[in-house]
C-alpha cells in the first residue's frame, strides 16, 4: 500500500495541524566536555608561543640574588616577553617557540574540558546541596565550583604539564634555569620521567598545580559570568556616557562575549601569577634519588617553599611575578579565546542537534 497520499485533502488537513513545539535541546556532560577540550585546544595552537616564553622568563635567573652588586651571576638571557620571542624564533625557529605544543593540547584536553565541563554539574550540586534553586548564580557555590572543576583537571593533567614546562625550558642553545631536560617530544618525556623517577614522577609539582589551578579556576568563569551579567543588565539610560551601555540586553553579542573574557583573563592573570612560578620552577628543578629509593626535588619541597626561597633571593615582585607580562600575553587572549569559542562551539553544536 502507498504511504503517498492520493488527494488534495489530506495535505490540507495536515498543513493546518500545529507542529509539535521543540524540544529544549540538552547538552550532556561528556559532550560540554568535548565542547570544552575543543575550545581549549583552538586557544593553545595560538597563545602556546607566549607560555614557552613564560616558563623562560621565569627561569632565568633562578635564586640568583640580585640585590648584590658585583656578585658573579649569569647574564640575563632576556629583557622582556617579546624580547624572549624573538630571540627564540631566531636561534629554535616554528618549532623552538611551539615546543611542548602535543602536550600542552594533552593537558588542555583534560583541565579545560573538565573545568568547562564539569563547573556546571558541580554548580547545580553545590546548589541543591545548600537548598538553592539550581538556576541561582550563588557566588560562593560559582567560586566553590570553578575551584573544584579545576582542580580535577589540574590532577588529570599533571604529568603532561610536567612534560610540557620542561620541553619549553629546554633550549639547545643555553641552559634556563637550574636544570635542563632534553626530551623528543611528549610521548618519549612522559618514557624518561617513568625510567628516572617513576610513578611519583608523574605527581611532581601536583600540589603546585593543583593551588595554580584551584586559584585560576575560582575566578575565570565567575568572572566572566559576572561581566556578562553586568553587561546584559545594564540600564543604557542610568549612565548614557558609559560605552558598555551598547551591548545592554545583549547575550549573544560576539562584544559582550570578549568583554566579558578579556576581564575574566584579567582576573586570573593578577590571582595565579606567584603560584605558577613557583609551579614551574618546581616542575623543571633537578631531583635526586633519596636514601628510601624515592625521587626528590633538590631545591623545593613545596609550592610555598619555593616561594620563601625565591623572595629571599629574587624579592617578591621580582621573584614571584617574573614574566607577568608573558603570562598576560598568553592568558587573556587564551582566556579570550577559550571561552568565546566553548560559546561558539556549543551553539554551534546545540544548532547541530536541534530538530530541523
Not at 55 to 79: D, I, W
Request: charged content about 15%.
Amino acid at each position: 500500500m502507498s504511504l503517498l497520499p492520493t488527494s488534495d485533502a489530506p495535505l490540507e488537513r495536515a498543513s493546518q495541524t500545529p507542529p509539535p513545539p521543540n524540544k529544549a535541546v540538552r547538552v550532556s556532560t561528556v559532550e560540554s566536555f568535548v565542547v570544552g577540550a575543543l575550545a581549549a585546544m583552538t586557544a593553545v595552537t595560538v597563545t602556546n608561543p607566549m607560555e614557552v616564553c613564560k616558563t623562560r622568563m621565569q627561569l632565568q635567573g633562578e635564586l640568583q640574588r640580585v640585590a648584590v652588586k658585583n656578585a658573579a651571576a649569569s647574564p640575563r638571557l632576556y629583557n622582556n616577553a617579546l624580547d624572549c620571542f624573538s630571540k627564540t624564533l631566531r636561534s629554535e625557529g616554528i618549532r623552538g617557540v611551539q615546543r611542548g605544543l602535543g602536550a600542552a593540547f594533552v593537558y588542555q584536553v583534560l583541565l579545560n574540558g573538565s573545568r568547562l565541563g564539569f563547573y556546571e554539574p558541580f554548580r547545580r550540586a553545590i546548589n541543591r546541596a545548600a537548598g538553592k534553586d539550581v538556576k541561582e548564580v550563588w557566588a560562593f557555590g560559582a567560586l566553590l565550583a570553578g575551584a573544584s572543576s579545576g582542580v580535577v583537571g589540574a590532577m588529570l593533567g599533571n604529568p603532561f604539564f610536567l612534560v610540557k614546562a620542561r620541553i619549553q625550558a629546554y633550549s639547545p642553545h643555553v641552559k634556563i634555569g637550574k636544570a635542563s631536560h632534553n626530551y623528543n617530544g611528549w610521548i618519549d618525556g612522559l618514557k624518561m620521567v617513568w625510567k628516572e623517577e617513576g610513578v611519583r614522577g608523574f605527581g611532581r609539582g601536583i600540589s603546585a598545580g593543583v593551588l595554580r589551578t584551584a586559584m585560576g579556576s575560582t575566578v575565570q568563569l565567575p568572572a566572566y559570568n559576572w561581566m556578562k551579567t553586568y553587561l546584559v543588565k545594564l540600564d543604557p539610560s542610568a549612565n548614557p556616557y558609559n560605552p558598555f551601555t551598547a551591548l545592554a540586553g545583549k547575550p549573544n553579542s560576539f562584544f559582550t562575549y570578549l568583554v566579558s573574557s578579556i576581564f575574566s583573563g584579567l582576573c586570573v592573570c593578577a590571582v595565579m601569577q606567584p603560584a605558577d612560578t613557583a609551579l614551574t620552577r618546581m616542575y623543571n628543578q633537578p631531583v635526586r634519588i633519596d636514601e628510601r629509593g624515592r625521587s626528590v626535588g633538590v631545591l623545593y619541597r613545596s609550592p610555598f617553599d619555593c616561594l620563601w626561597q625565591t623572595a629571599k633571593a629574587e624579592g617578591i615582585i621580582r621573584g614571584w611575578y617574573k614574566g607577568t607580562t608573558a603570562h598576560l600575553l598568553r592568558i587573556a587572549p587564551h582566556t579570550v579565546l577559550t571561552l568565546v569559542m566553548n560559546e561558539a562551539y556549543l551553539r554551534w553544536y546545540i544548532q547541530f542537534k536541534s530538530p530541523r
